[in-house]
């Protein structure tokens, strides 16, 4: 039986496992640090700033021309005069004239101006900004002022009574004066009402 000195002595420890040497950053010189940061700091600008900011040599200047002449293109919109389109907007209601205006600075600048004739369907067509795109209309028909009771139940008048075609629509006349004000070279208009249920101008 081995000793009692022998049983209580502790087991001897392993020395400690080497630690790995620790790897030495690269040197970077202070100019080369300075230079990599404002080089990123400038890529970053030019991701976040618009366009419009960027424009040192001109650049924007010729790249949203191209761009717009792309867009047109990309639109395939015959090649006429204005005086041409101006003659076919005039068989379109005055809401889809104004819907044309929209297609680029072309209809709005140089179409628009040119058309002589158009004829207003609704009261939300009596808006002073758009009418002035047609600042040399002569020829205007405006056919919401008055407003057709041709499908109104006659059960809501008395058997004497007879019920009335068409009823003056105040609101309307409210907004006429100031629309015709936008038009110096007009020569002629017709101020009306035309049902699309009866098709009978009034």
């Given at each position: 039986?081995?000793?009692?000195?022998?049983?209580?002595?502790?087991?001897?420890a392993l020395?400690?496992?080497?630690?790995?040497?620790?790897?030495?950053?690269?040197?970077?010189?202070?100019g080369q640090l300075k230079m990599a940061t404002v080089s990123a700091r400038s890529?970053?600008?030019?991701?976040?700033?618009?366009?419009a900011k960027r424009s040192d040599d001109g650049w924007d200047d010729a790249g949203r021309k191209r761009r717009r002449v792309e867009l047109a293109q990309d639109k395939d919109v015959p090649?006429?005069?204005?005086?041409?389109?101006?003659?076919a907007m005039e068989y379109l209601p005055y809401s889809d004239a104004v819907r044309c205006c929209a297609v680029n600075n072309f209809f709005l600048g140089e179409v628009a101006p040119n058309v002589g004739e158009l004829s207003m369907l609704r009261k939300e067509d009596l808006n002073v900004e758009t009418a002035r795109r047609f600042k040399n209309l002569k020829d205007l028909?405006?056919?919401?002022?008055?407003?057709?009771?041709?499908?109104?139940?006659?059960?809501?008048?008395?058997?004497d009574e007879a019920p009335p075609k068409q009823s003056f629509r105040t609101e309307v006349a409210y907004q006429l004066v100031p629309v015709l004000s936008c038009f110096p070279s007009l020569e002629y208009a017709f101020v009306g009402?035309?049902?699309?249920?009866?098709?009978s101008r009034f």
């Amino acid at each position: 039986r081995p000793p009692a000195a022998a049983r209580r002595r502790k087991p001897t420890a392993l020395p400690p496992a080497a630690a790995p040497p620790l790897l030495a950053a690269p040197r970077v010189a202070a100019g080369q640090l300075k230079m990599a940061t404002v080089s990123a700091r400038s890529e970053e600008k030019c991701r976040i700033l618009p366009e419009a900011k960027r424009s040192d040599d001109g650049w924007d200047d010729a790249g949203r021309k191209r761009r717009r002449v792309e867009l047109a293109q990309d639109k395939d919109v015959p090649d006429l005069p204005a005086d041409i389109w101006a003659l076919a907007m005039e068989y379109l209601p005055y809401s889809d004239a104004v819907r044309c205006c929209a297609v680029n600075n072309f209809f709005l600048g140089e179409v628009a101006p040119n058309v002589g004739e158009l004829s207003m369907l609704r009261k939300e067509d009596l808006n002073v900004e758009t009418a002035r795109r047609f600042k040399n209309l002569k020829d205007l028909h405006v056919l919401n002022l008055l407003e057709c009771h041709c499908q109104k139940a006659t059960d809501e008048y008395n058997e004497d009574e007879a019920p009335p075609k068409q009823s003056f629509r105040t609101e309307v006349a409210y907004q006429l004066v100031p629309v015709l004000s936008c038009f110096p070279s007009l020569e002629y208009a017709f101020v009306g009402g035309h049902c699309l249920k009866c098709d009978s101008r009034f």
